[in-house]
């Protein structure tokens, strides 16, 4: 009998949070729950402290050769049997009771084929320091109407605009079409698949909260970004999706990413970074966006340096209509386009 769901851990070191992530998912009241925890030729004594959890619900997997971040990701995906299925990073962990809920909720919406939650942000083990992903209204979305604006909030706020993968619920049915994490992605690869999967359906987004991500120095995707693969990526995605955009919106896109690169590029100045600051004007010439207001430079800048503390209250310029809508949750949008 095939398990109804399955956390998939692609785990490399770091063996204390790996362990915490674990037993984050064996305390779930859930039943029918597969745990794949696979190793990708970790460094560290991380899969000798796996062997010693005796739970039959636990099903580990080793690589022959390291995949890389985005290659034990597929491999996760490869390998879950699972009717839903959670990709649950090795350095985060679930919330209690998190999965039950959202099981219902996925039954209760069948044309629903990716969960979004929110996450909790934390740092030095348990300090809370903000909730990520609470753009969108809890309600379910049709799936290129939610493409849409995850590119908007992606291309005028510069993040994820989804929750970390660690606190999505994807539905099996979408992955059938060999929907897959693009492994030359550094950065975007969890958002460009994301918006992948939605091509096969709507998304649903719960208020409430479904992982703990925390927040630390060693973060692949923090170092990345600050080296501007982040903003290449992006583009790279707006024009991957230029289908599902109005006229004119990618031209729009574009300069509000060139708008974000002049904001990092003057950062980079004041750091004093001097090579930073070089390849992102340099990303601005091959965007074609060598001119930009100095405004709209010193507002994204302003923005930039707020931090991580500011993500939780931003929202996305364009609303989508959500089919069905929690009403009690009303997100609030700017009065004005960004680039006027």
């Not at 979305?141 to 994807?170: E, K, Q």
């Not at 004119?248 to 904001?263: K, N, P």
């Not at 990303?283 to 430079?297: D, P």
Request: aromatic share 8%; with cysteine.
């Amino acid at each position: 009998m095939l398990p109804l769901i399955t956390v998939a851990i692609p785990v490399y070191n770091r063996r204390d949070l790996t362990l915490q992530a674990v037993h984050s998912v064996l305390d779930q009241h859930v039943e029918e729950l597969e745990i794949l925890a696979i190793d990708d030729c970790s460094t560290d004594d991380v899969w000798d402290a796996l062997n010693t959890i005796r739970d039959p619900r636990l099903r580990l997997v080793q690589n022959v050769t390291n995949l890389g971040l985005f290659g034990n990701f597929n491999r996760c995906l490869e390998l879950a049997r699972g009717k839903y299925i959670r990709v649950l990073c090795c350095d985060d962990r679930l919330v209690a009771d998190c999965l039950k809920a959202e099981i219902a909720m996925m039954d209760a919406n069948p044309s629903a084929v990716l969960l979004s939650t929110r996450g909790q942000l934390v740092r030095s083990g348990r300090d809370k320091v903000a909730i990520f992903a609470r753009h969108l209204a809890a309600g379910l979305y049709p799936g290129r109407d939610a493409i849409r604006s995850s590119l908007w909030t992606y291309a005028y706020y510069g993040f994820n605009p989804f929750n970390y993968p660690s606190g999505i619920l994807l539905r099996r049915t979408a992955l059938l079409q060999k929907t897959r994490f693009d492994e030359r992605m550094l950065v975007a690869g969890d958002v460009d698949f994301f918006l992948r999967v939605l091509r096969y359906g709507d998304l649903l987004v719960a208020d409430r909260i479904g992982c703990e991500v925390l927040l630390h120095d060693g973060q692949v995707s923090r170092k990345l970004a600050k080296m501007g693969y982040h903003l290449r990526e992006m583009w790279q995605l707006t024009l991957a999706n230029r289908d599902v955009l109005a006229a004119g919106e990618i031209q729009r896109f574009v300069r509000q990413l060139g708008g974000h690169a002049l904001a990092w590029e003057l950062s980079s100045w004041l750091r004093q970074d001097r090579a930073a600051a070089a390849a992102y004007a340099a990303l601005r010439q091959e965007m074609g966006i060598e001119h930009l207001s100095a405004g709209i430079g010193l507002s994204l800048v302003v923005a930039h340096r707020m931090g991580e503390m500011a993500l939780g209250h931003l929202r996305g310029p364009f609303r989508p209509q959500p089919i069905v809508s929690n009403h009690s949750i009303r997100p609030e949008f700017p009065p004005h386009d960004l680039l006027m």
